[in-house]
């Protein structure tokens, strides 16, 4: 199991309740830890990994519907994610989604979300967890000159200043909290709207979330309407390097 090191007081992550921290060294895995604890940890707990270059968190959910729509809960996770950069980002920063999992800040790919579930998991019954991962490249690390990766970027790279990994998963878990509330009162389809709404806009095309998660795209002219299937998208995440355990460059 990953060693689980307490908050320095140096450091404090301030999470309002009801989020209960775990925090792990630099060589954790917070999505993995997460999966791993979440039968027994139960909602609220947020894993937070302690990287200078990354800000990497997962938390764990218990939602109360069949896992086949339960799955939406990844929307409202990329909501808040997107959220919490937003707080922190220069005025006019561009900060969009690409479908269904990467964030990019003004065009340059710097982290995105991913979803847990038992894979055992009844899709007509409510799970008993989901998990809920996120990373965002807060400094670039590498050597390279300016300009050999063009399709990646760091949050200090575009003006973000001090905002570290700290702060962000502060900001992501009140953002996360106010958007599950809005999605209690109102319903999914306030969640729905944000999520698209942050999405590269294209022309004559209208866009929506069903009820299982997926993605329809209806283009003015055309007779067919595209599905995107939130599962097989939600399989590999596109923005992940396995072999960099980070975001792609």
Known sequence: ?????HVSPVEPIRLPPPFTLVRLRESGDAFAHACRIAPESGA???VYVG???LAEFAVVLEPREPLCS???AFYAGMVALTDALRAYAPPSKPITIDWPDAVRVDGGLVGGGRLGWPRDADEDTPPPWLVFGAMIRTVAMDDDEP?????ASALDQEGFGEAGAEQLTESFARHLMLVIDGWQADGFDGVARD???RMPRERQTVRRIDDLGDLLTRRVGAGA????DLVQ???????????LGGPRL
Do not use: K, N
Request: proline residues 11%; positive net charge.
């Open 1 to 5: 199991m990953t060693p689980v090191s």
């Open 44 to 46: 609220g707990t947020l």
């Open 51 to 53: 990287r200078f270059d």
């Open 70 to 72: 339960a799955r939406r």
């Open 147 to 151: 300009g050999v990766h063009p399709l």
């Open 195 to 197: 999520y698209v709404s």
């Open 225 to 228: 309407i595209e599905r995107g």
């Open 233 to 243: 998208a939600l399989a590999t995440p596109s923005w992940l390097d396995p072999a």
